[in-house]
């Protein structure tokens, strides 16, 4: 038997071209499935075999499976990213259900790179531990969510349920070179950041850690669909985090620091008026990003013996460097 064919949806994305290079690394051919840019290594490489397909398209996915050998595995990466309802429903939601139809009972892996953020976090209160065991979050059309974004990444993990021998992965919030900030720090007030600052762990997985996990399920048969946290075993607090960017990055330069208690009192004395304001405004948001809490991910390490490459530091220094 030859080696593992992976094919990787949104292969010119930040998680999907991680994991093409750490397939690569590893000596498995890719088929590298892009809708409009293809990657620029794929003439360098003859293992990288380009496909263009636009999976939100009627036929895209079963034209895609055509060219997926028996035994391969699928990393399905490939989503809208933002919180437009319709966008999510073309490119997250209907673009898996295709793919899941369009497979049927081959003998194809799928991998899903879900999201921590189909927890339910008003099932928790503060310092609790998420463990893939916690309440997810109710099923709901990407209107009807608490946030669209974690709801249509809900409604892909259903399709998948009831399976076998695939796996979901909920990464936390993903950083690395390009993208060394993230989203639940706090808020942008014109020049000057506010940290809801806690004692609470930042649940960050550094990309390069996303792409290992991903590609070591893709070659690993299971039992039913395991759905794994995905983060880094160093996840610092919010203050920590600040101190480690500004010594690589050198901003934010302006930072005030707001506790998360403060910030919750003040979002239930606007309850009122919540509906007109941003998302840290309204209290579901609000608990949802910015909750001290504490994450697990002992399974995939149990599962995959997987450890970080370097400390939280190092890895930001890390990250800084594959910049230049």
């Not at 075999?49 to 499976?65: I, Y």
């Not at 503060?126 to 463990?131: A, C, E, F, H, L």
């Not at 607090?237 to 930072?255: E, I, V």
Request: aromatic residues 6%; proline residues 7%; charged residues 25%.
């Amino acid at each position: 038997m030859g080696p593992l064919t992976v094919a990787i949806t949104g292969a010119n994305g930040f998680v999907g071209a991680a994991c093409v290079a750490e397939a690569r690394r590893q000596g498995h051919p890719v088929l590298a499935v892009y809708r409009s840019t293809p990657r620029p290594d794929c003439a360098d490489d003859p293992d990288i075999t380009p496909l263009q397909f636009d999976l939100g398209a009627t036929n895209a996915a079963t034209e895609l499976m055509q060219h997926l050998p028996e035994g391969s595995a699928l990393i399905h990466a490939a989503a809208h990213l933002g919180d437009d309802p319709e966008a999510l429903k073309r490119d997250t939601i209907d673009a898996t259900r295709r793919l899941i139809a369009a497979r049927g009972a081959r003998d194809i892996r799928l991998v899903l790179i879900s999201s921590i953020s189909v927890y339910d976090t008003d099932a928790v209160q503060p310092g609790d531990t998420i463990r893939e065991s916690n309440p997810l979050l109710p099923l709901a059309d990407p209107h009807d969510a608490r946030d669209p974004y974690a709801g249509a990444k809900r409604m892909q993990e259903d399709m998948l349920t009831g399976g076998e021998d695939d796996w979901i992965l909920r990464p936390g919030a993903v950083w690395g070179p390009t993208r060394s900030w993230h989203a639940l720090q706090g808020f942008w007030a014109s020049k000057l950041f506010v940290t809801i600052g806690s004692d609470g762990e930042l649940p960050l997985c550094h990309v390069d850690h996303l792409a290992r996990v991903s590609v070591a399920a893709a070659g690993t048969r299971t039992e039913g669909v395991p759905a794994l946290n995905v983060l880094d075993d160093d996840r610092p607090t919010r203050a920590r985090f600040l101190r480690a960017h500004r010594r690589s990055y050198g901003w934010p330069r302006l930072n005030i620091t707001v506790p998360y208690g403060a910030w919750l009192a003040l979002v239930r004395l606007l309850k009122p008026v919540s509906g007109k304001l941003p998302g840290l405004f309204r209290e579901p948001v609000l608990r949802a990003r910015m909750m001290p809490l504490r994450w697990s991910n002992d399974r995939a390490r149990s599962d995959f013996g997987l450890e970080d490459i370097d400390t939280f530091e190092g890895m930001m220094a890390r990250t800084k460097e594959a910049e230049r």
